[in-house]
């Protein structure tokens, strides 16, 4: 996407000098803006309503209770264009240690049952954040099943995986059964991408996808795809201790975001799927 004048003009900044296209995931088309009163951060969906950023933005708002995050300059639509204006952070270097103490105190953050208000309901894979009372049935009626849906839909299944998720399933009831879980606040999609620290070494959160789940779950995400030192581990359990069993369980939350990927984006990611049902 281009950003003409005529579109940027609509923004509420005064003096924009210039908008240069960076890297924003998978999802978003994102600009750094130079104006005449310093950096911006933008992000854009081109021709989606506004609400698009709407989890985004409430997802901002409850990790800033515990968690240092872009502040929101502003979110709208512009000629048909869903946007989000946030805070340019300068980048730096900082603590493992000090980042895993703050996702804890994160985690600290809890609500009287799982879900989330609102669902996500923009997106490839729209999210069920209907409140549950039982953690089970959340993560597997809300979150697994309507991903082996799609899968299933768009030909990422087969007999093999329909048999290994229905023990799959039996065991993740099985591994939560007695267990007490907190409706812990969770980033969503905390990934190293998804994690910077600023130029004072600020740890900071980015990009979220929140809910209130188990614990577990965002640690697990951490694990895939590295980023995450043991200092990291070594800060959160000085703030919260992780339950014994944990380890054991990892997997079955691994699951979840395997899962993600193979939906998104095909069977290279059916390897380690198949790896994880094959546990059960």
Do not use: C
């Amino acid at each position: 996407m281009r950003l003409t004048s005529t579109w940027l003009d609509q923004l509420p900044l005064k003096q924009i000098q210039s908008a240069t296209p960076v890297a924003g995931g998978d999802i978003n088309q994102a600009f750094a803006l130079q104006t005449g009163s310093g950096p911006y951060f933008l992000l854009i969906q081109p021709q989606t309503p506004a609400s698009f950023y709407t989890h985004e933005v409430a997802g901002l708002k409850a990790l800033s209770q515990a968690a240092n995050v872009p502040a929101v300059i502003a979110t709208g639509e512009i000629d048909g264009d869903a946007y989000l204006l946030l805070e340019d952070l300068a980048i730096g270097a900082g603590s493992q240690y000090a980042l895993g103490q703050m996702v804890a105190h994160v985690h600290q953050l809890t609500a009287p049952q799982f879900g989330f208000d609102g669902d996500q309901l923009t997106g490839k894979l729209p999210k069920n954040n209907h409140w549950q009372a039982n953690w089970t049935t959340f993560y597997l009626e809300q979150r697994l099943d309507p991903l082996v849906k799609r899968a299933s839909e768009h030909g990422l299944w087969s007999v093999s995986r329909a048999g290994a998720y229905q023990r799959t399933q039996a065991v993740i009831a099985h591994m939560n059964d007695g267990r007490t879980i907190v409706p812990s606040l969770l980033h969503g999609d905390l990934w190293a991408g998804n994690v910077l620290f600023t130029a004072a070494g600020t740890p900071t959160l980015i990009d979220p996808d929140v809910f209130y789940g188990d614990r577990e779950m965002d640690l697990a995400m951490t694990t895939i795809f590295g980023g995450f030192d043991q200092d990291f581990y070594r800060g959160y359990q000085s703030i919260w201790p992780l339950a014994t069993g944990h380890n054991d369980r990892l997997p079955y939350y691994q699951l979840y975001y395997l899962l993600v990927h193979l939906n998104l984006f095909g069977e290279g990611y059916g390897e380690a799927v198949d790896r994880i049902l094959a546990l059960a």
